[in-house]
């Protein structure tokens, strides 16, 4: 069974860091396209990041870029996502995602809370 497992988030001042990481308990873990998304309630879930396996190419949301940065350890199959710069608005529930058709597989999600 493939799992993805994020680390537990937490709660954190404006301005502050935080690192996220994902456990990929997958094979082939350089076979799939790799995301981080986020949700608020009453809103539909966001991709913020992600990375491509077929050019090796990172993408981010215009909300999160030059503050958040995504990496990939395939050594280890784990995949983090490096906060800084947070803001009450990065207040939500963060996803991993790993795909490759006709997978889709999610992480059970962590809570982020910025307080200003």
């Known amino acids: 069974e493939v799992t993805l497992a994020e680390s537990v988030g937490g709660l954190v001042q404006a301005g502050g860091s935080l690192r996220l990481s994902c456990a990929a308990s997958?094979?082939?873990?350089?076979?799939?396209?790799i995301g981080w998304f986020r949700q608020v309630p009453g809103k539909e879930r966001e991709i913020i990041s992600c990375?491509?396996?077929?050019?090796?190419?990172?993408w981010y949301a215009d909300s999160v870029k030059e503050r958040f940065t995504m990496s990939i350890d395939y050594a280890n199959n784990m995949v983090y996502l490096q906060m800084n710069s947070l803001i009450p608005e990065d207040t939500a529930v963060y996803y991993c995602?790993?795909?490759?058709?006709?997978?889709?597989?999610w992480g059970q999600g962590t809570q982020v809370t910025v307080s200003s």
């Open positions: 990375f491509s396996s077929l050019d090796s190419s990172t």
């Open positions: 997958i094979l082939a873990l350089d076979d799939y396209g």
């Open positions: 995602n790993a795909k490759a058709s006709p997978y889709d597989y």
